[in-house]
């Protein structure tokens, strides 16, 4: 009998070390962890969309809006371009929606 104690014992503490790592992972995606990318992604809404894609696409003279964040760690908005061959740019506009730069 006493092994069969020491067995589950031993069962009890990896389903436990098992369970605190599963909610740690949980945590993490829920955005409990490090800040990421789900915690900055504000999308560019309204007439403030309209001009930081007309001031992007004049920044890069070509392509289409495929995305844009707003609150960017790199500028205040960012507006992401699909160019025509098919590569993607990132134009990081200031409040005024004045080019920062293309990445």
């Known amino acids: 009998m006493q092994k069969k104690r020491l067995t589950l014992g031993l069962a ?3 389903l436990a070390g ?3 790592v599963a ?5 993490n995606a829920a955005g409990a962890g490090d800040a990421g990318p789900a915690e900055h992604d504000t999308a560019i809404s309204g007439s403030a969309l ?3 894609s007309k001031a992007a696409l004049a920044a890069t003279g070509q392509g289409r809006v495929t995305d844009s ?3 960017d760690e790199e500028s205040y908005y960012e507006v992401e371009v699909t160019l025509d061959d098919g590569s ?3 134009v990081q506009l200031d409040q005024g929606f ?3 730069e293309i990445n």
């Open 98 to 100: 004045q080019l920062v």
């Open 12 to 14: 009890g503490c990896i």
């Open 88 to 90: 993607e740019v990132d």
């Open 69 to 71: 964040e707003v609150g």
């Open 23 to 27: 909610g740690s992972g949980i945590a």
């Open 50 to 52: 309209e001009t930081a």
């Open 18 to 20: 098992g369970l605190a």
